[in-house]
């Protein structure tokens, strides 16, 4: 009897895997430009909105008085005047404002940017009892808002007859300056390695000589950023200076509250002509520094975020 062989099953071969279609490299990058497209057209936008406000004021200052009196809103003058402008610098008030101004911001960014550089290289490079202390109360001094401590730094001004002197406001100013730097230079100091100095001073350098040498350049950045940044604290600066200058017997002014006072005097508060001519030319020398120094700014900003 004759065994019957059956046929071996046939295996069943696997299905190749279904390829999916791969999107053309033209799609993506039109996809991608698209997108950017639409993102710089947003941008431009939010640009323009707060942009719109500055050119406003900038073309009001050469307006005729018949642009500004106007029901109709022109966004170029019919004819440009300089009338504003000399309405503004025929004011008495004006020139001795603005170097009332410049001293104070000069004397409070000097002074606040040199004790405050001194004591961030004390805080960052030497341990002494009480340093936690001090880096804690030079934080909480700039959480304090300033309206908290206004009527105790009057107290305290007066009693001292400091005010309605340019020195006494100076002196308050550093009460918000000086802190703010040595914060902000004691993180460019301790990205600083230490083992710089001990090279210096190994290779014949005093101690005053390392901090010239070494510290003092590798922090230049960070002096520039604090010194602009304290400028303008000090150029806008309003409330300390109305409350210590404005005193009985004292008719010293600032920019700031000539500007409020300005275009708060009646005669002269529809005349927004020279209202936004003095506004421009208040802020005409924050805004040049700033332009000039934005590069020195950016890399100070830079280099203090990074650490090593």
Same mark, same amino acid.
């Given at each position: 009897m004759?065994?019957v062989?059956?046929p071996? #099953?046939k295996?069943?071969q696997p299905?190749? !895997? /279904?390829k999916k *279609? ?7 990058v039109?996809r991608?430009?698209?997108m950017?497209? $639409? ?6 936008f939010?640009?323009?909105v707060m ?5 406003w004021m900038?073309i009001? @200052?050469f307006?005729?008085?018949?642009? +500004?009196?106007? =029901?109709? !809103? ?8 300089l009338?504003s402008?000399?309405t503004?610098f025929d004011?008495?008030? &004006?020139? #001795?404002a603005?170097r009332?101004?410049?001293i ?5 960014? %000097?002074?606040? %940017? ?5 004591a961030? /290289?004390?805080?960052?490079r ?8 001090f880096i /804690?109360?030079m934080l909480?001094v700039?959480?304090?808002p300033?309206?908290a401590?206004? $009527?105790?730094l009057?107290?305290?001004m ?6 309605g002197?340019?020195?006494g406001?100076? +002196?308050?100013?550093?009460v ?7 914060w902000?230079?004691?993180s460019?100091i301790v990205?600083? #390695?230490a083992?710089l ?5 190994v290779d014949?350098c005093t ?5 010239f040498?070494i510290?003092? #350049? ?5 002096l520039v950023?604090?010194? %602009?940044?304290?400028?303008? =604290?000090?150029?806008?600066?309003f409330?300390?200076a109305?409350?210590?200058?404005s005193t009985?017997?004292?008719? @010293? =002014?600032?920019?700031?509250?000539w500007?409020? &006072?300005?275009?708060? @005097? !009646?005669t002269r508060a529809a005349d927004y002509?020279? =209202? ?5 030319? %208040?802020s005409l *020398?924050?805004? $040049?520094? &700033? ?5 020195k700014?950016?890399a100070?900003?830079t ?5 090593g």
């Open positions: 004759s065994d062989l059956s071996a #099953p295996t069943q299905l190749p !895997p /279904v *279609p791969k999107k053309s490299r033209e799609t993506e039109g991608s430009g698209v950017t497209w $639409i993102w710089n057209g947003i941008a431009l939010f640009a323009l942009a719109f406000p500055i050119y900038i009001t @200052t307006k005729t008085n018949k642009d +500004l009196i106007s =029901q109709d !809103p022109t966004f170029w003058p019919s004819s440009f005047s009338d402008y000399k503004i004011d008495a008030s &004006f020139l #001795p603005m009332s101004t410049l104070l911001t000069l004397g409070s960014v %000097v002074l606040g %940017v040199a004790i405050g550089f001194l961030a /290289v004390a805080v960052a030497f341990n002494f009892r009480g340093r936690s202390f /804690v109360t909480v700039q959480m304090v300033l309206i401590i206004l $009527i105790p009057f107290v305290v007066n009693n001292a007859n400091m005010t002197t340019l020195f406001v100076i +002196l308050a100013y550093l918000f300056t000086v802190p703010y730097v040595i902000t230079l004691r460019f990205n600083i #390695p083992e100095d001990e090279a210096a001073m014949g101690q005053w000589g390392a901090f040498r510290i003092l #350049p590798l922090t230049m950045p960070g950023t604090t010194a %602009v940044y304290s400028w303008i =604290q000090a150029w806008n600066e409330i300390v109305s409350m210590l200058l009985s017997g004292h008719n @010293t =002014q600032t920019a700031m509250t500007l409020t &006072f300005y275009s708060s @005097t !009646p002509g020279s =209202q936004m001519a003095g506004g421009l030319l %208040v *020398p924050v805004i $040049i520094l &700033f332009v000039f120094f934005q590069k700014v950016s100070g900003l280099a203090g975020a990074v650490k």
